[in-house]
């Protein structure tokens, strides 16, 4: 689904980050973590050149995360409730426990690892490809009005986040919706008046519906997402 439908999907009013954010930028709460158990993870000095008694090494601690963060090394969400990934105590840098022995050991890192394009790996499909706000209706449909939910384009997978309505509210950490672009019944259609006539005229080119298929492999419409 990266291809037309995704990119007609994904444009209009939806505040994307940016794609090519520096190793230390994070989704949402990159720094709202809380350290768990003590648990310090060694980098293998072979990842990398060392420098007797200067280079100093990244100090990775177990973490747990409050809001959706992303692994600063692969860019894939780091998924679950708790202790989804460890931190740097020195340079802040965050990755998934499998990912920061692939890490350089130096801290902070060589200017060229923080040049580093982030993204999609096209060819294994890993990566977060985009990142933002859309608007879903509320409990009762359009005429009840829209709410805000997080939404982050990864590993092929639409990941979905509740927010309280504090606008300066982070997502939840707990998914509220996957929804995978790999299913062969996944597509994206846009509406017509017609369809939403609680909507705005000025949002309807930015609403699109969603269908895939169910627990039961039944197609289904998902919903409808203003971006």
């Known amino acids: 689904m990266y291809g037309s439908q995704q990119s ?3 444009s209009g009013s939806v505040e994307l980050q940016d794609e090519l954010e520096g190793p230390r930028a994070s989704s949402p ?4 973590s809380s ?3 003590i ?3 060694s980098m293998d000095p072979s990842l990398g050149p060392t420098v007797p008694g200067k280079q100093k ?3 990775f601690l177990v973490r747990t ?3 959706p963060t992303k692994c600063n090394h692969c860019t894939s969400l780091m998924i679950g409730l708790t202790r989804q990934g460890v931190v740097c105590e020195t340079c802040g840098l965050a990755v998934h426990t499998w990912c920061c022995a692939r890490v350089a050991p130096r801290c902070p890192l060589p200017a060229a690892s923080s040049r580093r394009p982030l993204g999609i790996d096209p060819a294994r499909g890993q ?4 990142e933002g706000y859309v608007k879903v ?3 009762g449909g359009v005429k009840k009005g829209w709410m805000r939910q997080f939404v982050v384009v990864c590993d092929f997978k639409l990941f979905l986040y509740d927010i309280s309505q504090d606008r300066n509210a982070l997502p939840s950490v707990c998914v509220s919706q996957v929804l995978d672009m790999r299913d062969p019944e996944f597509s994206v259609t846009s509406v017509k008046e017609s369809d939403v006539i609680h909507a705005s005229k000025r949002d309807i080119p930015c609403i699109f519906r969603i269908y895939t298929l169910d627990e039961w492999h039944w197609r289904q419409r998902v919903g409808m997402f203003l971006f």
């Open 8 to 10: 007609a999907a994904l």
């Open 29 to 32: 709460a990159s720094s709202k």
């Open 35 to 37: 350290p768990s158990e």
């Open 39 to 41: 648990s310090t993870v």
């Open 57 to 59: 090494v990244h100090q």
């Open 65 to 67: 995360f409050s809001s």
């Open 127 to 130: 990566g977060t490809a985009y």
């Open 137 to 139: 209706p509320k409990p």
